[in-house]
């Protein structure tokens, strides 16, 4: 992280670099005031640390913030595509439902459609059932509304 970049981010970065660093007190960040040069300076001196040692931290900690922060965007990106895919399968599936019942209804002429449904209430009467009592409740429903 550059140090243009450090000090835009300066008091969102603060939370976290107090997690780093408890021994550095809020008057200590508001000094620093997101200058790098002057944060390692705290740190040396509040850790008894090498201004090597110090810089050598800072650089550590903010390029694993400067990761984590490109994973979380990435795996934000992935888990949107994702999305996307699964969005595009469902429409097109339903598209091809939407077809298939399309075709269904303008190649069967009435008596074979209701034939059809004969079937399906002999094979599930209980389904069938639940689905006439809904039918019912909400056509009834639409009814006292108007």
Do not use: C
Not at 49 to 58: F, G, I, Y
Not at 88 to 95: D, K, L
């Amino acid at each position: 992280m550059n140090e243009d970049v450090f000090a835009g981010r300066w008091r969102e970065l603060r939370g976290t670099l107090k997690s780093w660093w408890g021994n550095l007190s809020d008057d200590d960040f508001e000094w620093a005031g997101g200058q790098k040069d002057r944060l390692v300076g705290l740190i040396q001196q509040k850790y008894g640390w090498s201004r090597d040692q110090a810089e050598k931290e800072v650089d550590q900690r903010l390029r694993e913030y400067g990761d984590g922060e490109v994973n979380i965007k990435a795996r934000t990106y992935a888990l949107g595509e994702n999305a996307a895919s699964k969005a595009r399968e469902a429409i097109s599936a339903a598209a091809d439902g939407l077809e298939t019942a399309g075709s269904y209804v303008r190649e069967k002429d009435f008596n074979a459609m209701a034939a059809d449904l004969k079937g399906i209430v002999r094979k599930y009467p209980f389904y069938s059932l639940l689905i006439g009592v809904g039918l019912i409740y909400l056509l009834s429903r639409n009814r006292h509304i108007d």
